[in-house]
């Protein structure tokens, strides 16, 4: 079939989705998200309730917080059951599971981009070691997030006398994958994406599933692309929806920056292309981390306080000294943030998700840092789920299980927490209303008892003190100058770390 075979409205696409069906979607965050396809599907629904009782499966956060993304697909009916990577940013479908009215699984990011991968092999799943001693273990919870939720997707199997973790394949109907074009034979470009995901592994999970691939695109081309530059074959491609760019933008923050698919240009230094951190808090937590980084490490950096270390290795001079990656893919440069969170400016390389994770999992990663929002007596940490907010995991868990060096970072207190610095000495101004190290955890996120077994480095660093992780549980190393380490340390943790030898922390920190 040629291209003008394929091509169909967005509603017409959405109109061939049946009831009970598995549908797929790629993306992450707002890059690569199909929005003309999941906002004509929801019209659907809406008008004519229909289709009913869907499977959504995606790896990566899809959605702005509010009502793009994987949100058009959050109403009673229309699905049926959800496997998410990342919930926090599609907050109306984490409602729907916390309140039980669908089937809902949290799996790690990277898991689902192989699983796509082993759905197109005809594998029997995914056999792999991340997962093991949180609550995606099927010894703790399976991943399921309430008690509708109930067949096992995730099964333990002994292989040579170790035990690892299955996650079932199954097959999937219908695939969303985006791209910016599309060729007269319906092959597909991404030469305007951020990042190509796994948008290949999506349509060949779905083509060999007798299912349905469908291309958002931005454009048709005249020509047919350079065969080494097509990401997704036509022959794998069913439908062809063109839309405009107000669906069709590079990113739910951007709608295009040429530096997110180009090299750095010979004139521009990669230290003078992003901005600095203000003197804050932040500053203070990710200087700190990011002295920890090895020379010539290869390194990734999570969303929201993470990102800073970026901007403290910019004003030091010191990003030519390693190399930054993503898990949506891009290979050095300097991750972008916010809405664009999952690209990067000036990339050396871009790679696709599966593989990208196939590195992490293997223990590429030197060095890590992550966000912390709760931590436990033994080093355990929840980025996931807190009441009736749902986070959910993304990529952490196969970063955080496979980093060789990994910090945790984080303010001590939040609500209100503010604080000065002067003279090489930090001052509460005003305390959190809210502890973060906790006796009880409502989900293990990250398993200390995991990380001990593999000798791995853990720090946890905050803007006061500095935790480690030993096998005893967890112990403070350093607190700041200026800091009285039982009312504004000890007091105002759940439990009582192991304390032998605390040291200052650096006072350049706080000048």
Known sequence: MRVQEKICSAEEAAALIQDGQTVATSGFVGIGVCEALASALERRFLEKSEPKNLTLIYGAGQGDGAN?????????????????????????????????????????????????RDIAAKRPGTITHVGIGTFIDPEISGGKLNIKTTEELVQSVMLDG?????????????????????????????????????????????????????????????????????????????KIVIAGIEEHQQTFGETYNSGYCSALPKDISINNSITYLKNNERKIICTRACS??????????????????????AEKELLGKFTLTVE???????????????????????????????????GGLDFSALGAAQIDEKGNVNVSKFGKKLAGVG????????????????????????????????????????????????????SADHAVQKNQKVLYVTERAVFSLIPEGLELLEIAPGIDINSQILELMDFKPIVKRVKLMPKYLFQ
Not at 209 to 218: D, H, Y
């Open 68 to 116: 793009r993304g994987a949100n058009h697909f959050a109403h009673k009916g229309l699905v049926k059951r959800v496997i998410g990577g990342h919930w926090g940013l599609a907050q109306k479908l984490g409602r729907l599971a916390v309140d039980g009215d669908i089937e809902a699984y949290n799996f790690p990011q990277g898991v689902i981009c192989q699983l796509f």
């Open 292 to 313: 920890e980084i090895p020379d010539n490490a290869i390194v990734n950096l999570g969303i929201g306080m993470p990102e800073g270390i970026a901007q403290v290795a």
């Open 162 to 238: 170790k035990r690892w973790l299955w996650y079932k394949s199954f097959p999937i109907h219908i695939g969303f994958v985006r791209a910016t074009a599309a060729d007269p034979q319906g092959n597909l470009i991404m030469n305007k994406e951020a990042v190509t995901g796994e948008v290949l592994q999506i349509a060949q999970a779905v083509h060999n599933s007798g299912g349905l691939v469908i291309a958002q695109v931005n454009e048709l081309l005249d020509e047919s692309i350079n065969p080494q530059q097509v990401i997704v074959p036509g022959i794998l491609v069913d």
């Open 328 to 362: 949506s893919g891009p290979i050095g440069g300097v991750p972008a943030g916010g809405w664009s969170f999952g690209a990067s400016l000036y990339p050396q390389a871009v790679i696709d998700s599966p593989s990208q994770f196939d590195f992490y999992d293997g």
């Open 395 to 446: 990529g952490f868990i196969n970063i955080s299980q496979n980093s060789k060096i990994l910090i945790f970072c984080g303010t001590f207190t939040v609500g209100g927490l503010e604080v000065e610095t002067a003279d090489g000495e930090l001052k509460i101004v005003k305390e959190g209303r809210i502890r973060k190290f906790v006796t009880a955890l409502e989900q293990v996120s990250f």
